[in-house]
Nanobody, 113 residues
Framework: QVQLAESGGGLVQAGDSLRLSCVAS????????MGWYRQAPGKEREFVAS????????YYADSVKGRFTISRDLAKNTLYLQMNSLKPEDTANYYC??????WGKGTLVTVSS
């Protein structure tokens, strides 16, 4: 069993930056698929970014490529999402996912124009 706890969301203006964190407990993140997803009001949850394997291969949705960076600290069992040049359309609840089956409760990011 894995427990995930996201933090770092908030209200920012367009162009600002935020860094989200996701602390995992119950299992090491080493070698485990880890990802960030988001769900905007009235929309379905969508993939944002992931990091996979011992090499830490990264994948990004086209909408965030070049602005967001996913990373992990295996010593701290923590996943990060650095979000730069935020846009109003990035407003959503951001969720951490582990092993494609465990979810956190989310952290809200609101970007004002």
């Amino acid at each position: 069993q894995v427990q995930l706890a996201e933090s770092g969301g908030g209200l920012v203006q367009a162009g600002d930056s935020l860094r989200l964190s996701c602390v995992a407990s119950g299992r090491t993140l080493r070698g485990v698929f880890m990802g960030w997803y988001r769900q905007a009001p009235g929309k379905e949850r969508e993939f944002v970014a992931s990091i996979i394997g011992s090499a830490g291969i990264e994948y990004y949705a086209d909408s965030v490529k070049g602005r967001f960076t996913i990373s992990r600290d295996l010593a701290k069992n923590t996943l990060y999402l650095q979000m730069n040049s935020l846009k109003p359309e990035d407003t959503a609840n951001y969720y951490c996912n582990a092993d494609s089956r465990y979810w956190g409760k989310g952290t809200l990011v609101t970007v004002s124009s």
